[in-house]
């Protein structure tokens, strides 16, 4: 059963790529299950030989291509944006990663069109902002389940390419005259511009759920990589303040069509405080100087938008909650370092709704709205952490931060991160290193 699945334990941009490409070392594959271009991966790969050390930010392609023996599968649960994703293609050429047989597109991931980047900005500008990252994913997903969508597989046959295309872009061209009264797109365009993508995408299109359960019958290790985070999960995330598939790790089995049988473990990541990019509630925002030194010392900044992330201190109620619908068994906390410099740190512990204690997170937005966090306080280290690469070197503050956070969630934590580099990395004691 030689599947690991790597979830985001919270709102997303826990440091997924770097946890996904320590991982890789020891995998064959590595496989994307879900969401698309809203997501921005960030990779730094250490310096070769003169050069500096170089950062990578992936939207697409997983964050196992940066080890040459690894394949990267874009498996069906993707919605594809073939424009982004040649973006990547040719950013990691000029960079000299080959990736020639390394990547596979499943033939049944949807595409991603122009009319949905329309939709998705023009929905942003009505009543109920959610703050999308304006990719076109919940418009992508809309047309997936209407069963009206557009997949790689279209790509290959010329014919049905143009009718589908040429009938979803009537439709939705109606829809941005009809209702939405903005300029149509043009037919003509968008169908030459798609009919170039099958010449450039082609050598990597394949049954991508054919292929891994191959490799899981011939012993082969995969890393199902998820997007994004728990509590933007469609079904289980903060309602309607959510992207448009499933983070969680069951949306592993359905994005990559494998079994969950063939499941091993799943580890979580979360950072060592909170943030979240886009609209919703967020109980332990901080609207003051601390949110902001978060901000700045954690570079929190979107990596797709650019948008300044919102910022708050960690919630256990919520990574308690993710801990359950994830079956998370392992976590990595990641950004220790950011708080280096803090007097003292914050942390839930509880909430309470009029007064009363809740016994677990409500999803529901008008009660987590209403809630108030209660705080356990942590005196801060004062000291850096980036140096670190034992346990036991950090300072006793930080160790017994760490160690409250693996009790309060009754589970392991696994390994730490106190900066970008791969070298950065501390595996706890009494754990396996990468297992
Ligand atoms: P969408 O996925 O672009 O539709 O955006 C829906 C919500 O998910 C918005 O609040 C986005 O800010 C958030 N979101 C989408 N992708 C990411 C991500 O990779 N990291 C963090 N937030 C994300």
Known sequence: MPVQIIV????????????????????DIVARYQGGANAGHTVVLPPRRADREKEFVLHLIPSGIFHSHVVCVIGNGVVLDPKALMDEINQLQTAGIDIKGRLLISHHAHLIMPYHKALDSIREQGNQKIGTTGRGIGPAYIDKYLRA????????????????????????????????????????????EYQEFDKK????????SEYLNNALRKKKFILAEGAQGALLDVDHGTYPYVTSSSPTSGGACTGLGIPPTSVRSIIGVA????????NGPFPTELDNDAGERLRTIGGEFGATTGRPRRCGWLDLVSLAYSVRVNGIQKIAVTKLDVLDDFDEIRVCTGYTLNGRKLSSFPTDVQTLEKIHPIYKNFRGWKTSTSGARRFKDLPGNARRYIEAIGKSLRTQIWMVSVGARRDQTIFVPGNRRGS
């Open 8 to 27: 985001g334990a919270q709102w997303g941009d826990e440091g997924k790529g770097k946890i996904v490409d320590h991982l890789s070392e020891k995998v």
């Open 149 to 192: 969508g557009i997949r790689v597989v279209d790509l290959l046959d010329r014919d049905i390419l143009c009718r589908k295309l040429k009938q979803n872009i009537e439709e939705k061209n109606e829809l941005l005259r009809k209702v939405y009264n903005v300029r149509e797109l043009d037919i003509d365009e968008i169908i030459n």
């Open 201 to 208: 995408i082609d050598e990597y299109i394949t049954d991508t």
């Open 271 to 278: 950072k060592a405080y909170s943030t979240r990019v886009g």
